[in-house]
């Protein structure tokens, strides 16, 4: 199920020019840096990316809406930041957070790979 959110999540940014800048998906969240261009808002991009995200996911995976129910597949909000000059900072936090998560969530590199290479 991961490499199909992967994809999607790769798959909707490109359609809306979106790029992904730096991007690690892991059992529990998603962290990505993203280049979203300026006729869209953060916020309706989010809306887009989470929303159509969710069905396509479902659609593939139809078990997904009898676990989830009701419930948000995503969670309800999300962190954001522009970027400036701490561009750097930013994807080498992201970047340090994999070995970070290997070691909390006992993961191999292999379970860890990246999805969004594209």
Request: include cysteine.
């Amino acid at each position: 199920m991961r490499k199909d959110l992967g994809e999607i999540i790769s798959n909707l940014c490109r359609y809306k020019g979106v790029k992904i800048e730096e991007g690690h998906l892991i059992p529990d969240h998603v962290r990505l840096l993203l280049s979203i261009p300026p006729k869209y808002s953060v916020s309706s991009f989010m809306e887009y990316l989470k929303g159509k995200s969710t069905v396509m996911l479902f659609e593939k995976h139809a078990n997904l809406k009898y676990k989830f129910g009701n419930r948000n597949f995503w969670a309800t909000g999300y962190y954001v930041s522009t970027v400036g000059l701490n561009e750097a900072t930013i994807r080498k936090y992201i970047q340090g957070q994999e070995k970070e998560d290997i070691m909390k969530y006992k993961l191999t590199k292999k379970e860890y790979k990246t999805l969004f290479n594209g």
